[in-house]
C-alpha cells in the first residue's frame, strides 16, 4: 500500500459515511425537494439549513436541472444563495483543491444566471476570511440572516 492510501482509504469512507448521514437529512429539506421553480416569474431564495458542503453541492446540483431540463438558458431571476454558516469556507481560495467541482458548478450557474451567491461577512470575519480570498463571481453582504429575510419581504420564497 501507498504512503497516500493509507490517508486515502480512511478519506473515502469518512466522506461516505458524512454523505450517508447527510443524505438523511436532505430529503426533510424543502429547499431540495422543490428545486426546479415551476412559476419562472416567481423569485427565489435557497433554504440552507445544514450549513455543510454536501448541502451546498445538492443545491447547486438541483439548479443545474433548469439548465438541463430547458432547451435555452434560464429566463427567471436568479436564485438567491445566501450562505451565512461555515459552508463558505467551501469557496475559500486556500480550500478550492477540496471543493473544486463545487466551485466550478457555482461559477457556471452563476455565469448562466441560474444563482447568485452571496456570503456573510460576519461569518466571513469569524473564518478569517477576507473578500480577496473569493472567487470573483461571489459576493458579500453585512449579514447573511439579515440579507435572507430581506429577501423574504421582498417577495422571494423559499425553493
Known amino acids: 500500500m501507498k504512503k ?10 469518512c466522506f461516505f459515511f458524512t454523505i450517508a448521514g447527510v443524505s438523511e437529512e436532505l430529503p426533510h429539506n424543502p429547499s431540495l425537494k422543490n ?8 423569485k427565489y431564495v435557497a433554504q440552507i439549513r445544514l450549513h455543510t458542503p454536501e448541502e451546498i ?6 439548479a443545474q436541472a433548469l439548465v438541463d431540463k430547458g432547451e435555452k438558458f434560464p429566463d427567471f ?11 463558505i469556507k ?13 466551485v466550478e458548478l ?18 466571513m470575519a469569524k473564518d478569517g476570511i477576507k473578500k480577496g480570498d473569493l472567487p470573483a463571481f461571489v459576493d458579500t453582504v453585512p449579514y447573511g440572516p439579515a440579507e435572507e429575510q430581506r429577501l423574504l419581504k421582498k417577495g422571494y420564497t423559499y425553493f
Open 4 to 13: 497516500t492510501d493509507q490517508y486515502l482509504i480512511p478519506l473515502i469512507l
Open 35 to 42: 428545486a426546479i421553480p415551476e412559476d419562472q416569474s416567481a
Open 57 to 62: 453541492k445538492a443545491v447547486l446540483e438541483k
Open 77 to 87: 431571476d436568479p436564485i438567491a444563495v445566501i450562505l451565512h454558516g461555515p459552508e
Open 90 to 102: 467551501v469557496f475559500a481560495r486556500q480550500n478550492y483543491q477540496m471543493y473544486k467541482t463545487i
Open 106 to 123: 457555482a461559477a457556471r450557474l452563476e455565469a448562466f444566471n441560474v444563482i447568485d451567491v452571496r456570503v456573510c461577512e460576519v461569518q
